[in-house]
């Protein structure tokens, strides 16, 4: 058994409906390795499903985390004063 089948075997026996969240921040740069977070979240909802429960899957961009870098195209005069 494939350990995320193992996950949602878990929490179906707390209850038979979850919304499985996933997301990243956008304040830095969007990569690659985000991907794993929306695959994870996606499969988890399939075991879910598969298992007799109910799962819908959200997954969001956290735009509150704060600006730590002027991400590239943008320069850096004019924004500035947002980091942080």
């Known amino acids: ?10 929490i ?11 997301g990243i921040s956008i304040s830095g740069h969007i990569h690659i390795g985000h ?3 929306v695959f994870i979240a996606d499969a988890v909802s399939k075991a879910v499903d598969e ?15 704060p600006l730590r870098r ?6 850096e005069e004019g924004y500035k004063e947002h980091l942080g």
């Open 1 to 10: 058994m494939h350990w995320i089948d193992q996950k949602a075997r878990k």
């Open 12 to 22: 179906l026996k707390r209850k038979e409906k979850h919304v499985v969240a996933s």
């Open 51 to 65: 298992q007799g429960g109910e799962a819908k899957v959200i997954w969001y961009s956290d735009d509150f985390d």
């Open 35 to 37: 991907s794993n977070d």
């Open 70 to 75: 002027i991400p590239w195209p943008l320069k």
